[in-house]
């Protein structure tokens, strides 16, 4: 794939913080390709905004309008697909994928989670870790599986856990990572240095651990 083929479509529901981590990487030339598309379930989501100020592409694909999961997905994947990106990124959208559709992607679909993966899926994750007594929260960012959160990682991020953290303050601390990590690992994707394969997620000729590779962002 060339620098300029690489095409990225973004999913979003909220208020588009990833986008515009995507967009700041992309201006700095951190990203071997672009934001072609936005797409949100949500025809009120702030990140909408954001794109159309940024001159790209914008879709609503209204959840509420469809009666079956299936049915939503179907379209979703439709308005993905006139687009033709080599990476989906899923950036803050809050909708659980059917099996089919994460098939369709298979490869080009990624996540970010907000804990050092296989640990702590799913929600409430920086209580969770602090409930533990971990040392360490963090993000990784993974391949796209029909399960939740358990497709393979591709790059993780450690955050230290400070004396009187909180959720919410481990969350604060935890995001300016979270945008370095998840364009840098879109980059990875967009560059061919990692794939999926039926073993897990690949770097070159090593199998990675199922939350990916350290990666400590050189400032946040």
């Known amino acids: 794939m060339s620098a300029a083929s690489g095409r990225l479509a973004l999913l979003l529901s909220g208020r ?16 071997q390709g672009s934001v072609e598309v936005v797409i949100s379930n949500r025809p009120e989501a702030a990140g ?20 079956t999961r299936e049915a939503f997905d179907e379209v979703l994947a439709q308005k993905i697909d006139g687009f033709k990106p080599d990476v989906v990124v899923l950036a803050g959208f809050m909708r659980i994928l059917t099996a089919t559709f994460v ?3 298979r490869g080009q679909l990624i996540n970010i ?28 960012v993974h391949f796209v599986t029909a399960d939740l959160d358990e497709g393979p990682g591709i790059l993780q991020t450690p955050v230290p856990i400070v004396p009187g953290d909180t959720a919410a ?28 394969k039926a073993q897990g997620a690949v770097w070159g000729d090593e199998i990675l651990p199922p939350g990916g590779r350290l990666w400590r962002p050189s400032s946040c």
């Open 113 to 140: 989670h907000p804990s050092l993966l296989p640990k702590y899926r799913g929600l409430n994750t920086h209580q969770r870790a602090l409930d533990a007594g971990e040392r360490e929260g963090g993000a990784t």
């Open 16 to 31: 588009g913080s990833n986008l515009g981590a995507f967009l700041r990487a992309q201006a700095a030339g951190e990203l």
């Open 103 to 105: 098939d369709r992607f």
């Open 169 to 196: 303050s481990l969350a604060s601390r935890v995001l300016p990572f979270e945008h370095k990590l998840y364009p840098h690992a879109a980059n990875l994707l967009l560059t061919g240095q990692v794939s999926l």
């Open 48 to 67: 909408l905004k954001i794109a159309q100020d940024a001159g790209i592409a914008t879709a609503v694909v209204d959840h509420t309008q469809y009666e």
